[in-house]
């Protein structure tokens, strides 16, 4: 697991929407997250369907381990272990070909952003991630700029201080296809990034360390395979969603629909234990 700033993990609390009938259900929640490293405390609202997790790992993790009871979770807000409402942002990358990703952004500290998400649709292996300086897609990834550097600097790799801010160096995506990612950057805040875009690209970044006349510029890694625009998004219990207003889908249809397109609107298939 990535950590930018090199230094140990801050926890948060992630706030999920589960469907919880009863007390098993209670129960069978509570012990998918028992004794799992980076869970440092749990709290389930039956009356609320709500569970509450003060953790270190990526929220697609916990929602993997919640998923795993055979019960839906939506991943509602995230916010810091006093609950207090911090800045929050989300983009949803999307791009000409297969690959598709939410990243999240919260400010954990007044000097700390926590960067996580999913990336799907990857080659295997490393591939450069930044913040670009414009959230304009009008000509999709191209119209995003270059790496947001209000500073004027040469690209470096997270950990450098010679860096662009949007520097986040490479997540990795596995055998298949999929990168999940946590990680915690000091230069970087949300609220300086909020209306700008996020980019995953093709190979990886080589962190200002190559010989290729880009190094220095991008890092050398490659065509900008999907991108999205950082938009601000719900902290801890501030998004009270049970049904789209949009198209009536409630969060439970919306969680295995896609994001949009035809799929969007096609009669789901009740979930086998509703
Ligand atoms: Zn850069």
Redesign the pocket.
Known sequence: MASASGNSETACTLEFAVQMTCQSCVDAVRKSLQGVPGVQGVEVQLENQMVLVQTTLPSPKVQALLEGTGRQAVLKGMGDSHLQNLEAAVAILGGLGPVRGVVRFLQLTPERCLIEGTIDGLEPGPHGL?VHQYGDLTSNCASCGD?Y?PDGTS??GPQDAD??R??LGNVRADADGRAVFRMEDEKLKVWDVIGRSLVIDEGEDDLGRGSHPLSK???NSGERLACGIIARSAGLFQNPKQICSCDGLTIWEERGRPIAGQGRKEPAQPPAHL
């Open positions: 930044h790496h550097n690209h470096g860096r662009h949007g520097d510029v991008t890092g």
